[in-house]
């Protein structure tokens, strides 16, 4: 089945750091790939997200690529700031975009990324 | 325009009684979706209705859970004979099909 692997957290920068979580995933087809983000209090919301093989998704200073060779779709942002700090979910969905109907997302464990002033 | 919104936010319950959650997704939306969400881990799919149609149940954990959506907007998920490993953030999450979801804020179930 699908499955999602992201690294565990909790990861703690400093204000201003490079940031990279990383994500891969299992999936049978040619799944479409998110990242969510959750923050403090609210619910999830999309963050960004990738339909095909090289893609790249960006959104706020955020941005992942879809590698299809390495299975990944690795989140990065070049300066982190204290309103960052939440709990981010990396995501497959094997039919969305695909024409293949729908089904729900499988998601990692999420990881929470806490940033220091 | 609106969001999803659900019911209640925070919900206890003695372990065995029976619990509703309502999911009020975005208007116009034909996909809703209900997810369970065990404290620090990922969302877990549980049911997917197209309307009022529930298409996909595999995920629902046993057969105390049961989904509705009558008329193909509001959703209700009922668990019967609560149990402790119950207790959980269950999440409601609508879209267009094949399109983006949109999650709701959660109803913790919390069961004692």
């Known amino acids: 089945g699908d499955s999602v692997t992201q690294m565990e957290g909790p990861v703690t920068l400093s204000e201003e750091a490079f940031l990279t979580i990383n994500c891969t995933y299992t999936?049978?087809?040619?799944?479409?790939l998110f990242w969510y983000v959750q923050y403090p209090g609210e619910g999830l919301q999309l963050l960004l997200k990738?339909?095909?093989?090289?893609d790249k998704g960006s959104n706020k200073g955020f941005e992942a690529t879809y590698r299809k060779e390495t299975t990944s779709f690795h989140l990065e942002k070049g300066s982190v700031q204290v309103s960052d700090s939440a709990v981010y979910f990396c995501?497959?969905?094997?039919?969305?975009?695909?024409?293949?109907?729908?089904?729900?997302?499988?998601f990692g464990k999420g990881t929470h990324l806490i940033i220091q002033p | 325009g609106a969001g999803v919104s659900q019911s209640p936010r925070y919900k206890v319950a003695k372990r065995g009684q029976d619990v509703a959650l309502r999911c009020d997704p975005i208007?116009?939306?034909?996909?809703l979706f209900w997810y369970q969400q065990a404290l620090g881990q990922g969302p877990e799919f549980l049911t997917y209705?197209?309307?009022?149609?529930?298409?996909?149940k595999s995920g629902l954990p046993s057969d105390r859970f049961f989904a509705e959506r009558p008329e193909g907007s509001v959703s209700t998920l009922k668990i019967q004979r609560t149990q402790q490993e119950d207790s959980a953030v269950y999440l409601c999450?609508?879209?267009?099909?094949?399109?983006?979801?949109?999650f709701g804020p959660g109803t913790r179930l919390t069961v004692l």
């Open positions: 999450a609508s879209s267009q099909v094949e399109r983006e979801q949109f």
């Open positions: 999936a049978t087809g040619y799944p479409s």
């Open positions: 990738a339909t095909k093989a090289d």
């Open positions: 995501a497959l969905s094997d039919t969305m975009y695909s024409g293949g109907g729908a089904d729900g997302l499988t």
């Open positions: 208007s116009g939306h034909v996909s």
């Open positions: 209705f197209q309307n009022e149609a529930q298409l996909d």
